[in-house]
C-alpha cells in the first residue's frame, strides 16, 4: 500500500481489502495527508490479531513518529512483528522490497521536505513450457516440467542434458506500477516511471499556477503529462489535486492534450495495471 | 467538541459544522480512537487559515503529541493561538472552561490509563422582564431594561431605585450535558452526571460481559443505565460499543428495562440538549 492518510482504513473497508493483504505500506513523505491514517490502521491491525509481519517504509523518523503516539502501543503492543526501512536525506537509489515475485524501487523526488518516489516492478516470468517439444526431446516426468519452469536444466536417463531454453517460450516481462507524489517534476520521478505500464503522478495544478507548484514543490497537470511522455509510459493516472479546483476535468484536459492516456483518479475506482501492447523489454 | 477519533474532519463536513464554531477540543484520554482526528483536523484549520483561537484541554502529554507530530506545524505553523490545558495523574474536580454563557467542569473516571470526564453547564439566565410591570414602577426607558435584565439596579429621575427583582421572572436555569468515556462507573461519573439533561455514557459491553469490562475499564449497558437513574439525569445517549455487537439493540434494551429515557447513538444524528421537565434548580 502507497501512501496512508486519515481514513484510510475506512477506504480499505469499503474497498473491501483485508489487512491481511497488505505486506509493506511504503509512505512518500511525512505530510499529515500521506500519514496521518497510520496509527490507527495499526491499532485496528493490533485488535484484529493480526500475526502477519509488517513492512513500513518512508523516509527517516517514521518510526520515531510512530512511537511518540499515545494510545498506539502502550496499552497493547501489537503481536506482529513490523521492520522498518528508513530512507535517510540524500539517500540515492534503492532496493526496499525484494521478493520472489517483485521488487519495489526507491528513489528520491523533490518537494520541501524529503520525499521518496516508488517503482513496483514484478520480476521476470519464465515463458510457457512447449510439452509437445518437450515430448519430442524425450522429456515425459512431470517433475522434469517443473524443473525446467524453474529455468534448470535436467538430465535426462541417455545422460542427455535438456535446458530450458530449448522448451520454453519468450520469457514475460513483468508489469511496473510508478508511485510519485508529492514532487516537482524531476530526475528521480522520470528514472522511475521510465516504461512503467501505469504511472500514478501528482497534478496539484494547472499550469497557469506553475509559479504556485514551484514555490510549493509540486507539479502541474501538463507538467505530469510531459514527464509521462517522456518516460514513455503506458497510461498515466493523475492524483493529489488542489481543493482549489472542484473537479479534475480542467486538469484531465491539459495532461491529455499532451498525453490522452490518462485518466484522473477517483476515490475507490480500481484502476489495473495493465502491460502495454508492443513492449516487451 | 468532545474527542477527536480519525476521520472527524470529514464527519464536520458531513454535518455541515462549520470549523471556526469549535471554540474548544476536550479529550477524554489518549486513546486513538479518541484522538487520532486531531492532528488532520488542526492541519486543516491551519489550511483555511483558522484565525480564531482554539483550546485544547485534555490528559497530561496532548500538547507534546501534537509537537511531536510531523507534518503538522513544521511546514506551515498554525496562524491561529492555540491554550492547552492538561490534567495531570491525581488531579480533582476542575472548571475547565469559564465563559459569559457557561462553564465546563473536569473530574477524573476510572480506565487504564488516565481519563477525564466533564459536564458542560451553561450559566443561570435572568428571568424575563416583566414590561407592564416595570412601566406601573415608572420604568419606561430601554436602557434600563437591558441594565435590569443584566441583574443591575437602576436609580430613577425621582431617586427611586428599582431593582431586578422588583422587575423580573424567575431565574433560568441553563442545560447540563455531561460526557463521560472511556471508564467503569464511578464517583467521578455520578458527580458530573448529575442532574444533567442530557448524559452521554459508554456501554462498551452487556452485562453478562461485566468480568470483561471490569478487566478493559469500560461499562456495561446495564451500569451506565443504573447511573443514569441515580444521577437523576433527563436522558441517556449510548455510545462506545464494542465492535462485537452489529447492532445496539440489545444494549438499548438492557438499558432501558433500568432507565426508559435511554437512546444509542448514531453517526451523524443529531440529539438536543433539552431540558428536563420539572427542574428548576
Known amino acids: ?77 501489537p503481536e506482529f512483528p513490523i521492520e522498518f526501512v528508513e530512507l535517510q536525506e540524500g539517500f540515492g537509489r534503492r532496493i526496499v522490497i525484494d521478493r520472489p515475485d517483485y ?73 511496473v506500477f510508478a508511485y510519485i507524489t508529492d514532487t516537482r517534476p524531476c530526475e528521480g520521478g522520470r528514472l522511475l516511471a521510465r516504461g512503467a505500464d501505469l504511472l500514478q503522478h501528482e497534478a496539484t495544478f494547472l499550469h497557469d499556477l506553475v509559479d504556485r507548484a514551484r514555490e510549493t514543490g509540486h507539479s502541474t497537470a501538463y507538467e505530469a503529462a510531459d514527464l509521462a511522455a517522456e518516460a514513455g509510459v503506458g497510461r498515466l493516472l493523475l492524483s493529489h489535486f488542489s481543493a482549489r479546483y472542484q473537479d479534475a476535468a480542467p486538469l484531465l484536459d491539459e495532461a491529455r492534450a499532451v498525453f490522452e492516456r490518462t485518466d484522473a483518479a477517483e476515490e475507490l475506482v480500481r484502476y489495473p495495471v495493465e502491460k502495454m501492447d508492443g513492449f516487451s523489454g
Chains 1, 2 share one sequence.
Do not use: W
Not at 113 to 118: A, E, F, S
Not at 127 to 153: F, M, S
Open 1 to 77: 500500500m502507497f501512501d496512508c492518510g486519515e481514513g484510510t482504513q475506512l477506504q480499505l473497508l469499503k474497498a473491501g481489502i483485508r489487512h491481511s493483504r497488505i505486506s509493506a505500506i511504503l509512505i512518500s513523505h511525512l505530510h499529515g495527508d500521506h500519514l496521518y491514517g497510520l496509527p490507527g490502521l495499526l491499532s485496528t491491525m493490533t485488535l484484529l490479531h493480526r500475526v502477519e509481519p509488517l513492512t513500513i517504509i518512508g523516509p527517516g523518523g517514521i518510526a520515531a513518529y510512530l512511537d511518540a503516539m499515545p494510545g498506539y502501543a502502550e496499552d497493547e503492543p
Open 103 to 175: 521488487f519495489v524501487e526507491a528513489r528520491p523526488l523533490e518537494h520541501r521536505i524529503i520525499t521518496v518516489g516508488y517503482r513496483f516492478q514484478e520480476k521476470v516470468q519464465p515463458g510457457n513450457l512447449d510439452v509437445e517439444r518437450a515430448r519430442e526431446l524425450g522429456v515425459t516426468d512431470y517433475v522434469h516440467y517443473r524443473i525446467l519452469k524453474e529455468g534448470k536444466p535436467v538430465v535426462l536417463g541417455n545422460d542427455r542434458v535438456i535446458q530450458p531454453r530449448d522448451v520454453l517460450g519468450e520469457e514475460k516481462r513483468g508489469r
